[in-house]
């Protein structure tokens, strides 16, 4: 979009059972992450793994907002609690790629209130496989519901916990996302 380079096709397969397989391709940098629910996630068919910062002010956070956001919206609140926190900020643009960096290490957490679920699916199964934690933005939230996804990912549970805490987030569940309730069923 505008040509910056931070683009990439996200297909991902759900089932009555859940998330199965996803995969975002990278053409602008010639990379392909996958995974298949149960079989680890890979970047170009090599295993790739969450980092494992813990702290914040160690992070590199990414963090997604609607095209027009509000100054006096919660999202921007949210990026002003953090940013003063974390090691650094990034906003890509692209949901599917932030989830594959959270799942390669590249970034240490992203966090987003809203996602359209053809950009949340395939990173969403990506980043868990990879071992990142995946939970919904609300505590009232027991999963991450594809049909209206609103979640925060980090690379462990700690960093979550304090990126939570530094938006102010209530707690979500820490087992991460339900994948029959994911796909909307």
């Known amino acids: 979009m505008h040509g910056f380079p931070a683009w990439c096709v996200s297909i991902a397969l759900a089932t009555p059972a859940g998330l199965e397989v996803g995969v975002i391709l990278d053409p602008v940098r ?62 890509s ?14 970034l240490h957490a992203f966090w987003a209130r809203r996602i359209a679920c053809w950009d949340a699916a395939a990173g969403l199964l990506i980043a868990r496989e990879a071992g990142a934690a995946v939970e919904p933005f609300a505590a009232a939230a027991a999963d991450v519901p594809l049909d209206d996804p609103a979640f925060m990912v980090a690379s462990t549970p700690s960093l979550l916990a304090e990126l939570r805490q530094a938006i102010g987030a209530p707690a979500g569940r820490r087992a991460g996302c339900d994948d029959r309730a994911a796909c909307g069923k």
């Open 30 to 91: 010639g990379e392909c992450f996958s995974a298949r629910r149960g079989g680890g996630a890979f970047l170009d068919g090599r295993p790739i793994h969450a980092a494992a910062v813990t702290a914040l002010d160690e992070a590199l956070v990414a963090v997604s907002f609607p095209p027009h956001v509000a100054a006096d919206s919660p999202a921007v609140a949210d990026f002003l609690a953090v940013v003063s926190r974390a090691h650094s900020i990034r906003r």
């Open 93 to 106: 643009g692209s949901t599917a790629l932030n989830l594959a960096y959270v799942a390669c290490g590249r």
